[in-house]
């Protein structure tokens, strides 16, 4: 199943080799570009597919009544999960660095399935459980299509799943062998 996700990811080019320099002024030479993913809605499909039937395998009980993320983040694979449970999807706002929920009528006692395409930290899915939790739902899974933390993510023992685990090194600018190689960059 992960597999699968690797395979269209790679075959739509969504996964990049080359030599990138993040908002956060680190390199790398993998970058995951979510927006072309978000282009191809066949392999959107597909992947949000693959990634809904590995969270429904792990969370059988309670059952997810509403798949929730950020605004400004993962607009589609929040969408395209709802889809494929036959729930609704609901955004959050940051505000302040907060998440906030508009109505929280419609998350309100709810149990809730958290989504982004991506995961390095943990800060931002943290940041939308908060909100969730201030409006009142309950989480009880988060899922992304690409992990690509070193394994430490901890979410107060929510269940977790990704679609697959990518662990690509980022260097600070002036430690980046990248940069070394005078190989061209660019910038995300
Ligand atoms: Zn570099």
Not at 47 to 73: A, H, Q, R, T
Not at 98 to 103: I, L, P, R, S
Not at 166 to 171: A, G, I, R, T, V
């Amino acid at each position: 199943m992960s597999l699968k996700i690797e395979e269209i990811l790679k075959e739509t080019g969504c996964i990049r080799r080359g030599h990138f320099e993040w908002r956060t002024s680190r390199h790398s030479g993998y970058y995951c570009d979510f927006r072309l993913l978000s282009q191809m809605p066949d392999a959107m499909r597909d992947v949000c597919k693959y990634l809904s039937n590995k969270m429904s395998f792990e969370i059988e009980n309670p059952k997810i009544e509403v798949v929730v993320g950020s605004k400004d983040g993962s607009l589609v694979p929040v969408y395209e999960m709802a889809q494929h449970l036959g729930v609704e999807s609901k955004f959050l706002k940051e505000i302040d660095n907060k998440m906030f929920c508009e109505d929280k009528s419609t998350i309100e006692g709810k149990n809730v399935l958290v989504v982004d395409d991506a995961v390095y930290t943990g800060t931002t899915i943290k940041k939308i459980i908060a909100g969730v939790e201030k409006a009142g739902g309950n989480v009880i899974g988060v899922a992304v299509i690409v992990n690509r933390s070193k394994g430490i993510l901890d979410f107060s023992g929510i269940k977790f799943v990704s679609g697959i685990s990518f662990n690509y090194p980022m260097y600070e600018k002036d430690r980046c062998p990248l940069c070394k190689d005078k190989q061209a960059i660019e910038v995300l």
